[in-house]
């Protein structure tokens, strides 16, 4: 699991378009003020551990919200940048399941799995605004 984080003063989506996966969710609009908008992607070398990259993952990204002060989290599918994709119905599921998790600590968002949105964001420009780890 790979995710870069943006500490973002707001951020606004909208479904644009479907994507290439035949697995996609229904969208809706979405308007946050400030949070932390997490771009997160499953690998297949993630699938034979999911729960380790679940607990591991979920708590990576609630020590980045907590440093920055932020209550809210943005979870927004975001497959563009890695090579080994798991497959979508494992990543489909294990964003229902890390949003299920960060809800126990967190006010938390999902954009839609299959779906290109318009985004609009204003990103803080601090040390820690901007973070990437690999999971």
Do not use: C
């Not at 969710?25 to 679940?54: A, M, T």
């Amino acid at each position: 699991m790979r995710f870069m984080a943006w500490h973002v003063e707001y951020f606004r989506a909208r479904p644009a378009a479907h994507g290439r996966s035949e697995v996609y969710e229904e969208g809706k609009d979405l308007d946050v003020g400030e949070s932390l908008l997490v771009f997160i992607s499953f690998e297949k070398i993630d699938e034979p551990r999911s729960e380790e990259v679940l607990n591991r993952g979920a708590e990576e990204i609630a020590k980045v919200a907590g440093d920055i002060g932020v209550d809210t989290i943005v979870l927004n599918p975001y497959a563009h940048l890695f090579a080994e994709l798991s497959n979508p119905e494992f990543a489909q599921r294990m964003l229902a399941l890390f949003q299920q998790k960060l809800s126990e600590r967190f006010e938390v968002h999902r954009l839609a799995f299959g779906l290109f949105y318009e985004i609009e964001l204003k990103a803080k420009g601090h040390k820690l605004s901007r973070v990437s780890r690999t999971v």
